[in-house]
């Protein structure tokens, strides 16, 4: 098993434009996060779903959108990139939220 | 809102030492107390789920004691190794999501 993988692991994007962020487990799980860790600001729930078709916003939603048309996967946008967003971004799934969440490797991004 | 504070920031020990992590959360009303581990530029790694309903849990040189009713948790290491050195984070569970504290940057020297 993969576990949870996310592409791409790196990204430079210039203000103003779009990306999309994918990622993907193989463990059907049900629940999946979308973070971003900041220094000094920890780790942020952006959105998450608790399963497929669903979504949901957690602490910090402004200026991002999600999908989560598969079950295994969950997709995270940004449709027009701010340098605010410039940030280390982590997807987690686990079974249920009682479960024990596992990570993905990360993407980070810078936008200029 | 759940708020969750870990004391130290950082903590420099020499190999061999035993020590306690702390983890402290506003809102008691949690599903399970989760500790993570992350390596610099990885993502993280989970140590120790401890329930609602238990106390603590162990694996291996790691143990992680949980207090509800006071809204704190420990990490314990015995015997720290120059491998044990990262970031260990803990977070609380709600209904749906995690919140984690800002984490415990642990460095052993040989």
């Known amino acids: 098993n993969a576990g949870v993988t996310q592409t791409p692991k790196f990204r430079v994007l210039k203000t103003g434009q779009s990306m999309t962020l994918l990622c993907a487990q193989d463990?059907?799980?049900?629940?999946m996060y979308w973070y971003r860790q900041d220094p000094g600001m920890g780790l942020r729930l952006i959105h998450y779903s608790v399963g497929e078709g669903t979504t949901a916003k957690g602490e910090v939603p402004d200026g991002y959108n999600v999908s989560r048309l598969k079950k295994q996967n969950f997709l995270l946008g940004l449709e027009s990139a701010a340098p605010s967003q410039t940030s280390v971004y982590f997807c987690a799934s686990s079974l249920v939220v009682v479960n024990e969440q596992f990570f993905g490797p990360g993407t980070r991004l810078t936008v200029l | 809102k759940q708020e969750v504070t870990q004391i130290p920031a950082a903590l420099s020990v020499p190999e061999g030492e035993n020590l306690v992590l702390n983890c402290s959360f506003t809102?008691?009303?949690?599903?399970?107390l989760q500790w993570f581990r992350q390596d610099p530029g990885k993502g993280l790694t989970s140590l120790l789920l401890i329930q609602s309903s238990q106390r603590e849990q162990t694996s291996g040189r790691l143990n992680a004691s949980l207090d509800k009713s006071s809204g704190r948790s420990t990490l314990y290491i015995a015997a720290s190794q120059p491998g044990d050195s990262a970031t260990y984070l803990c977070?609380?569970?709600?209904?749906?999501?995690?919140?984690f504290g800002k984490g415990t940057m642990l460095l052993v020297s040989p």
């Open positions: 977070a609380a569970s709600g209904y749906s999501t995690l919140t």
């Open positions: 809102d008691s009303a949690i599903y399970n």
């Open positions: 463990m059907n799980h049900e629940y």
